[in-house]
């Protein structure tokens, strides 16, 4: 079976790298190489300072460096800003991303991206943590 390809927002890796977490299968299945994790610069970026301020440096430092050093990361470089999402511009790191990774997922707990789902041409799913381990589960 192909691999799916997923743009986690950041609020959904947060969500998912304590081990308490209801989401916690969601990190585990990444780090096991259930789904390909598609990032880039920017993405990246925010990961750390998002971390950063919920954690901890080095805790952050870590989850970087277990992200950028998977073999189930897919490291992308958008050239082309969409702009699709219009009320939070900073959003739209995750959908250009998606885009020209042909993703499978787009998984985020913001509203701002339900605009995505009434545009079909993009061709990328957008579910909630709930929906998308659901789904891993089917899969698995």
Request: aromatic content about 12%; charged content about 25%.
């Amino acid at each position: 079976m192909m691999k799916r390809y997923v743009v986690l927002d950041t609020n959904c890796v947060v969500q998912s790298i304590s081990r308490c977490s209801r989401y916690r299968a969601i990190w585990d299945n990444f780090m096991c190489g259930s789904y390909l994790l598609c990032v880039s610069n920017e993405i990246l970026n925010e990961y750390q300072e998002i971390l950063e301020r919920v954690t901890n440096i080095n805790v952050a430092k870590n989850i970087l460096e277990a992200i950028v050093n998977s073999l189930f990361t897919r490291f992308y470089s958008p050239h082309f800003k969409f702009n699709l999402i219009e009320n939070d511009y900073d959003d739209n790191k995750f959908v250009d991303c998606a885009i020209i990774a042909n993703a499978d997922y787009i998984v985020s707990e913001d509203v701002h991206f339900e605009i995505l789902k009434t545009m079909p041409f993009i061709g990328v799913k957008v579910v909630g943590l709930d929906e998308f381990l659901a789904e891993m589960l089917r899969v698995l």
